[in-house]
């Protein structure tokens, strides 16, 4: 079995996998695999995970992070293992100590409030997400009403959200975009959440540019390049599948919206799991296909606990289906970057 591994910044020190937990089961022809590329970490979140690595080393004390750092229990652990102290909001760190927001984003309110506390704040939102922060301050600032095409209570959006908060109405999906009330449609932008699905964001672009014909659309994709290569190489997978397997937490966005856009896009059947001993055996009854793509945030080493899993239930032909090549990085927080005194 061969594969592609991209980086994996944290080691996984849990037990190895129990051999032959699925059945091998015969089916009709070679069972295999088609193994979604690109898929796991992206720069936003390989930039976010590596802060905070980096500020644990670089800092005596204790480094908290509001919320979690990205959307994934794996992540989480693993840091939370090495010292990082994760809360829901900086009220509840000691005033004066170091905290690091998320990839997610914060409001400007957040900010305040880390400031009135007296907060060393690291700053570790994902690049393309602060692009969007600046648009929704630009449009505010310019009259424009808002309509922020997102999922409400996601932290993206909540931070977003807060950048602008008496312009910007937030609309779940296509269905809302019939309903949304606007003040005046001739001074009307929208934006969206970075990680939705493409297909629906378009859809209810699509429809509340029918209400309002004079909506205006952003400078630039507001959806993340990750998301939409991940989506793209999925939706080359789901026709053969008879099952995909998709790698991601439950509060991950862009993996939910994967298994989604899987099975709109042809699978048989689509599963979300965070670890290889979460995959049920009758999700591969008959199944001579498994697709297999894991989220934004997925580390590539549970992706290759899942092939091995399968590769013990009888799967062990893997072909990787590549639709783009992925190669931004981003820059670190100017707080950890190498050449700052410290």
């Given amino acids: 079995m061969t594969i592609t591994n991209g980086r994996v910044p944290l080691d996984d020190p849990r037990p190895a996998l129990r051999r032959g937990r699925l059945q091998n089961h015969p089916v009709d022809g070679a069972k295999r695999i088609l193994l979604a590329s690109p898929r796991g970490y992206c720069a936003g979140v390989d930039r976010a995970v590596l802060a905070v690595e980096k500020a644990l080393q670089q800092y005596e004390g204790p480094i908290y992070v509001r919320k979690e750092i990205v959307h994934n229990k794996h992540v989480v652990s693993q840091l939370t293992e090495q010292g990082a102290i994760f809360v829901n909001e900086v009220d509840e760190i000691p005033e004066g100590e170091r905290v690091i927001f998320s990839a997610h984003g914060v409001s400007p309110a957040v900010v305040q409030a880390a400031a009135d506390r007296g907060l060393d704040a690291i700053d570790a939102t994902c690049p393309l997400v602060t692009k969007v922060h600046r648009e929704a301050v630009r449009f505010s600032r310019d009259d424009y009403e808002i309509l922020l095409v ?9 931070g977003t ?3 602008a908060p008496d ?4 609309v779940n999906n296509p269905h809302e975009a019939d309903t949304v009330q606007v003040k005046n449609p001739d001074r009307l932008v929208w934006l969206s959440q970075t990680t939705l699905s493409v297909d629906e964001a378009m859809e209810t672009v699509r429809r ?9 659309d952003p400078p630039s994709d507001d959806i993340c390049y990750a998301t939409q290569n991940r989506q793209v190489a999925i939706k ?5 599948a008879d099952v995909v397997i998709v790698v991601g937490s439950a ?3 862009n993996s939910v919206r994967l298994v989604e856009v899987a099975l709109e896009y042809g699978a048989k059947a689509a599963y979300r799991v965070d670890f290889s001993t979460e995959i049920q055996q009758e999700w591969l009854e008959g199944a001579r ?3 297999i793509s894991s989220g934004a945030s997925v580390p590539e080493g549970l992706v290759r606990e899942v092939l091995q899993e399968l590769e ?8 990787e289906v590549r639709t783009a090549e992925e190669d931004l990085i981003f820059s670190l927080p100017k707080e950890l970057r190498p050449s700052r005194k410290r």
């Fill in 167 to 170: 312009r910007v109405t937030i």
């Fill in 289 to 291: 296909t498994v697709g």
């Fill in 251 to 253: 509060n991950s966005s």
């Fill in 150 to 158: 997102g999922h409400e209570g996601h932290e993206e959006v909540e």
């Fill in 236 to 240: 080359k997978v789901a026709p053969e």
């Fill in 161 to 163: 959200a807060g950048h």
């Fill in 208 to 216: 509340l540019r029918a209400r309002f014909p004079n909506l205006q």
């Fill in 312 to 319: 013990d239930a009888g799967y062990a032909d893997v072909a």
